[in-house]
């Protein structure tokens, strides 16, 4: 045996020194190793063998399997979630059933949060506990974990800020519905200091007061606001002031800014003065108005202050096209609103029955999806209506 090797390495060092002679073949019960790659291949060859060396955790796997969860979309989207020890996947379960949750919610909501099974028991209990003091109907509370799970099922180290964020916000009397759909749509405003939302909330009823909102409608309207636009806690108040000193010097008075600021729902802090400079400047050379006119567009249509300029003239450009005029436009400028594909989409449904925008309203063209159909309803019923109605009785003089 000892022979056999020797021979077969003294041919294999040969080859390496006379490349004339063909490699004698090994015997049958023996095989050479390969000669080792370049360092370059092992190199690249270890890196992604060292993401593999840590396994999943299997228990995690079998318990998320048994709840029906997905295991694939959760591999997929956030694996690194199933490699993660401890994991507490049954605790989640109880919690979720303990507020009424059925199998098939619970699997919703760790299949799109799976980052749920790695809060600890403690951190489960005292969301719980936080969430139970503004919104106290489990049902409701279910409901709100899962649209917004990641809202729920947070860290730690936030539980100090959202608990002095509750506090501030129910001394402002504001309703646990509205402070509820806060914390859930706009978690970054209760994990940041109180410091801050108690710094925007007062610009923004100095706002309101200083354009002549009445004090006794202020929490009224600062409840509509925050519900409308709950982002708008996570903007500078410096923003704020900025924007309405530029509207205010483009010619709007109090009580049209005041109208401004409601129907902007909060959007006005996250404009700029130099984007609402640029596109009122291309609206008013495009509709061919004059500055007051402008501005009672404007107020029809607040998309004038934060629709870029392409858009604005992409949308023109398709109104025209269409055979629509610049004065229909000026008379219902809220039909920027829509892109191009839904108005040609709605002017075909009522050329259908006869309506022609070109002579008749845009009124008919504008409003959601479930305004039109309304509109449309009406416009098939007037024409399906008989001429003569032989039970209505006849008029005389």
């Known amino acids: 045996m000892l022979r056999l090797i020797t021979r077969s390495l003294c041919f294999h060092?040969?080859?390496?020194?006379i490349g004339l002679l063909p490699p004698p073949a090994p015997p049958p019960h023996f095989s050479l190793p390969p000669p080792p790659p370049p360092p370059s291949v092992l190199m690249v060859a270890a890196r992604p063998c060292s993401s593999l060396t840590q396994k999943e955790n299997q228990q995690t796997?079998?318990?998320?399997y048994n709840l029906s969860v997905d295991i694939r979309k959760v591999?997929?989207?956030?694996?690194?979630?199933?490699?993660?020890?401890p994991a507490y996947v049954s605790e989640a379960e109880s919690l979720l059933r303990g507020l009424g949750a059925d199998g098939p919610v619970i699997a919703r909501i760790l299949e799109e949060h799976p980052e749920a099974v790695l809060c600890s028991p403690e951190q489960m209990s005292a969301q719980r506990e936080l969430w139970g003091s503004v919104c106290p109907n489990n049902r409701d509370l279910v409901a709100i974990i899962e649209k917004f799970p990641a809202s729920f099922f947070t860290s730690a180290c936030s539980h100090g800020n959202q608990r002095d964020n509750i506090l501030y916000f129910q001394s402002l009397r504001l309703n646990k519905r509205i402070i509820s759909k806060?914390?859930?749509?706009a978690p970054q405003s209760f994990s940041q200091p109180v410091e801050h939302n108690r710094h925007m909330v007062r610009?923004?009823?100095?706002?309101y007061l200083d354009l002549g909102g009445q004090e006794d409608n202020m929490k009224i309207w600062l409840q509509k606001l925050l519900s409308q636009n709950p982002y708008v806690l996570l903007k500078p108040p410096e923003a704020l002031r900025e924007n309405l000193d530029f509207l205010r010097d483009q010619g709007f008075s109090s009580a049209q800014?005041?109208?401004l600021l409601a129907k902007l729902r909060g959007f006005v802090s996250e404009l700029s003065p130099e984007g609402m400079q640029r596109t009122l400047g291309f609206s008013r050379e495009a509709l061919g108005c004059s500055q007051e006119e402008l501005l009672e567009i404007v107020l029809k249509c607040q998309a004038l202050l934060y629709y870029p300029v392409p858009v604005l003239s992409d949308r023109l450009r398709g109104l025209l096209t269409v055979g629509i005029s610049l004065e229909q436009i000026v008379?219902?400028?809220?039909?920027?609103?829509?892109?191009?594909?839904?108005?040609?989409y709605r002017i075909q449904r009522l050329r259908a029955y006869g309506y022609d925008v070109r002579t008749g309203s845009l009124d008919a063209l504008n409003g959601t999806k479930k305004d039109f159909e309304a509109t449309y309803g009406r416009l098939q019923l007037r024409r399906e209506r008989p001429l003569f109605n032989p039970v209505a009785p006849l008029k005389a003089d």
């Open 75 to 85: 591999r997929k989207l956030k694996g690194w979630v199933l490699h993660q020890s």
């Open 257 to 259: 800014l005041l109208r």
């Open 203 to 207: 610009t923004l009823q100095e706002a």
């Open 182 to 185: 806060l914390m859930a749509s």
């Open 331 to 344: 008379e219902t400028p809220t039909v920027l609103e829509l892109t191009t594909q839904i108005v040609t």
């Open 61 to 64: 796997v079998d318990a998320l």
């Open 13 to 17: 060092c040969q080859r390496g020194h």
